[in-house]
């Protein structure tokens, strides 16, 4: 079993929050991703970071920021969440090596 | 840019039957394959993977082929059993080594 966490599993926060996602990885891994997918849908990349210091914007377009102040650690933060903004949100790493993205069990995050 | 899909949405096969999910690509540059499982309230797991110099590859009840040529992969479960019961996806890579992901194919196996 990978050995990432993210916290909280379950969130129900109300409109204009402020709210972070928490994604830890112990595997040394350089690369770290985070996903929004919805139910039964495909995964969709938000943001990714190959490095300390080292933040991306993916492929779908996202209200979010990310930081990577430590090799482990890849917070998402929304400033100010919607209900556009419910969704699952998963957080994944991988080695420079290795194609394959280790998963964490996700957050699943609904905005009243 | 990359689009990867699977062709049904849903597979329904008996206990003990072989269950196929077929995924196709666009990206004639990608070179490696993979193919994750997801239970319900959990994040994907590896299941296993393939890179474009191999059309198949076998684990453990499970076998990825690859043809390149029409751009199009598959994942063969062997014995299908009730704990296969989940949402398969298929990955490819893509522009700068990241994967893009298909639409999932929900597999329920029947008793």
């Known amino acids: 079993e990978a050995d990432i966490y993210q916290t909280p599993r379950y969130l129900v926060i109300g409109t204009g929050k402020k709210i972070t996602l928490e994604c830890s990885q112990t595997m040394g891994h350089d690369k770290m991703y985070w996903y929004q997918q919805d139910p039964g849908m495909e995964l969709h990349l938000i943001h990714y970071s190959y490095g300390v210091n080292s933040t991306e914007k993916g492929d779908l377009s996202s209200e979010s920021t990310v930081s990577r102040i430590r090799t482990e650690h890849f917070p998402l933060t929304l400033e100010s969440a919607r209900p556009s903004h419910t969704s699952q949100y998963l957080c994944?790493?991988?080695?420079?090596?290795?194609?394959?993205?280790?998963f964490g069990p996700g957050t699943r995050l609904t905005v009243t | 840019g990359e689009s990867v899909g699977l062709h049904l949405p849903t597979l329904s096969v008996q206990e003990g039957d072989n269950s196929i999910i077929n995924c196709a690509y666009s990206?004639?540059?990608?070179?490696?394959f993979i193919w994750y499982k997801q239970e319900s309230g959990k994040g994907p797991q590896f299941i296993i993977d393939?890179?474009?110099?191999?059309d198949k590859r076998q684990g453990q009840r499970v076998t990825v082929l690859l043809n390149k040529t029409v751009k199009h992969l598959s994942l063969q479960i062997a014995a299908t059993q009730p704990g296969d019961s989940a949402v398969y996806f298929c990955?490819?890579?893509?522009?700068?080594?990241?994967?893009?992901f298909g639409t999932g194919t929900q597999l329920k196996v029947e008793l």
């Open positions: 990206n004639s540059a990608s070179d490696y």
């Open positions: 990955a490819a890579t893509g522009g700068g080594n990241k994967l893009t």
């Open positions: 393939i890179r474009s110099n191999m």
């Open positions: 994944a790493s991988r080695a420079v090596t290795d194609y394959e993205q280790y």
